[in-house]
C-alpha cells in the first residue's frame, strides 16, 4: 500500500493564505524527503476558510520544481467544470515538469455553491462528468483533439500512461460507474470507514485489477495526548466541513440500501457537530503516536487497499509541528510500506 498526503490549504482563523502556500510548499519538500509516495490536491471553489486550492494545478506545477519523486495528484477535479482538452493539456503539462509524476482524479463536484457559481446543477452532474471523461481519456490516448472541423495533436503530447485515472466516489452508484469505465476508485474523506469498507469490496467484485485509495485526517507527536491536543479540534473544523457537503449523500445510501441497514447509527453522526473520538469512531481520523498510526495503516492495507493519502492537522497547526509529524511519519511508519515509488523519467533543466 502506497502512503500519501493530501492538502487543501485551509486558512482558519484569519491565517495569511500567502503564508498557507509557502507551508503547503514546505511541507511538499519535507513529505518528499521522507518517502510518502504522493501528494493529492483538490480543487475546490468558494468553500472559504477550508480550502484555498481554486487552481490546484498551479501549485503542483510549482511543486514539481520543488520534489524529486513525489507523484503530484491533480484530484479531484469536477469535470463538468472543465473542457476536457484544457485538463488534458494540463495533465501533460504538469507531467513533463515533474518528469513523468502526474496522476490525476475526477469526480462529478457536490458543493452546491462551487457547481451553481459555474452555472451547474448538481442532477446533471452525472451525464456531464461521463461525457467530458470520456472525452478526456479519448485525447488522453490518441494524444490529439477533433472537434469543431478539426484535428490537431496536443501539445505537450500526453503519455499514454495518464489515461488512467481515478475517479471520487462517495455513492454506491459512482463506485459501481468507476468500475463499469475501468477507473480506480479513490474515496474518504467523504463517507465513514465502514460505508466506504463495504463498496469497494462491492466495487473489487466488479474490477478486481482497479485501484482503491482512501483518505483519513492523521497527526502524530510522540506523545499521544500531546498530539490529540494539537490537532484534535482543527481535524474536527475541517471535517465539519467535509461532511457538510456529503451527509446528505451518505444519509441517503444508509436509508435507502438494506446492505447498509446495520450503519443507520453513522447518520446523527455526520449531522451534528464533530468532534476528534467521532472520527475515530467513524474511521475518519487517526490522531496519536506513530505507532498508533501504523497499527490503522496496516489494517487499512490488510483490507485491500492500494493507497492512503492522510490530511496532517485541520489547517491550524504550527508549520513546524506539521514538519516534525511528517519527519516522523517518515522514519518510523513508510519503513512498513515498501512498494517502490515510480521514478521520474525526465526532469527539466
Known sequence: MLVDLTLSLATPQGRDPRVAFDDAI????QADRADFAGLWISENHFQGDYSKTSCPEMLLAALARETKSLQLGLGMFP???????????????????????AIWCVGRGIAPAELK????????????MIEGLGELRNILMRGEVERFGIREPVAPLPDTRLVRGWMA???????????????????????????????LQRYRERFPQGQTAFTIGAFVHEDRAEARRIAGPGLAWAFRHILEGSAPVVK???????????LRWMVPMIERPMSLPALEALGLAVVGTPDDLLRHLERLAASGLTRVSMMLGGGDVAQAQLLAACELIGARVLPHFTEPRIAPTQILA
Open 79 to 101: 469535470m463538468p467544470l472543465h473542457d476536457p482538452l484544457r485538463i488534458a493539456e494540463r495533465l501533460a503539462t504538469l507531467d513533463m515538469l515533474s518528469g513523468g509524476r
Open 117 to 128: 457559481g459555474f452555472g451547474q446543477d448538481y442532477e446533471g452532474g452525472r451525464t456531464r
Open 169 to 199: 466516489c462517495v455513492s454506491t452508484p459512482t463506485f459501481d460507474l468507476a468500475a463499469d469505465l475501468g477507473m480506480d476508485a479513490q474515496c474518504g474523506p467523504y463517507e465513514p470507514w465502514p460505508i466506504a469498507s463495504l463498496n
Open 252 to 262: 441517503a445510501q444508509v436509508e435507502t440500501q438494506d446492505s447498509l441497514a446495520a
Open 26 to 29: 514546505a511541507l511538499a519538500v
